[in-house]
């Protein structure tokens, strides 16, 4: 949940053959981001997760055991104090959980109050994993003493069609609460300091920081939008699509 992971396939012999479920090889709090290349028994994959980047893996294809064998940025992370990276469920407004990553500051202490940003994820429907990103880097973020919300809300996949499906024609519906409902849960804990959220995001992230800073009702004393949509015929006209009909 929240991941992407390797999964394998057997392919039926014969088209009238049943097809057997996938099954699962890899489980833990990270992303396969690539195949690199196999030879029968052990396939050779790249990971991530919010606090480390890309590395390659050796996977047992009986097992699903996974060994790091590249270390590139040893050295570097030798230096680098990590976030602290949890799942935390919230109830949406209609009921639902809903997966959020919480990101905390390195050396957290729960005694303190800390500035919190709600992070409005691109796509829509794009997926909110354990990715490691040079441009959005969670674990740079929480480094300056930020607690960063990222919730897989409505539109994401990886929760079932239905989930995913939402948001189309819905772009500022349901998903805006589930980003209320987010921001809303976390701000319960001591910890946080409600008098300087924050929201972040781009492209629909956004569009969603526009539209949340019309209906917030005073949660977040700043928004940062990085490219967001704000034209719907401009971007018609430009990309020859109709976002809003996804």
């Not at 009986?62 to 109830?91: C, L, P, W």
């Not at 024609?169 to 701000?187: E, F, R, T, W």
């Not at 019309?214 to 704000?230: P, V």
Request: proline letters at 4%; glycine letters at 10%; charged letters at 20%.
């Amino acid at each position: 949940m929240g991941t992407v992971q390797l999964f394998e396939i057997t392919i039926p012999k014969a088209f009238k053959d049943k097809v057997a479920a996938p099954k699962q090889l890899t489980k833990g709090d990270f992303d396969v981001t690539g195949i690199v290349g196999h030879n029968g028994t052990t396939i050779i994959v790249s990971r991530t997760d919010m606090n480390h980047a890309s590395e390659l893996y050796s996977v047992e294809l009986k097992t699903g055991a996974m060994t790091q064998f590249t270390h590139e940025n040893d050295e570097i992370y030798k230096n680098i104090k990590m976030s602290k990276v949890v799942k935390r469920m919230v109830k949406t407004t209609d009921g639902k959980e809903m997966l959020t990553w919480v990101i905390y500051p390195p050396d957290f202490d729960a005694t303190k109050k800390y500035p919190t940003l709600l992070y409005c994820q691109g796509g829509p429907q794009g997926a909110l994993s354990q990715f490691y990103s040079f441009r959005w880097n969670f674990q740079v973020m929480a480094a300056q003493g930020y607690i960063i919300v990222a919730p897989n809300r409505r539109g994401m996949p990886g929760y079932g069609v239905e989930w995913n499906e939402q948001i189309s024609k819905d772009y500022g519906g349901q998903n805006m609460q589930d980003y209320l409902s987010a921001i809303d849960d976390v701000s319960k804990e001591a910890y946080v300091d409600k008098d300087r959220l924050g929201c972040i995001g781009a492209s629909y992230g956004g569009y969603s920081c526009f539209y949340l800073a019309g209906i917030h009702n005073n949660r977040f004393k700043t928004f940062i939008a990085h490219d967001g949509i704000f034209n719907w015929k401009s971007m018609y006209g430009t990309a020859g699509l109709q976002p809003a009909l996804y």
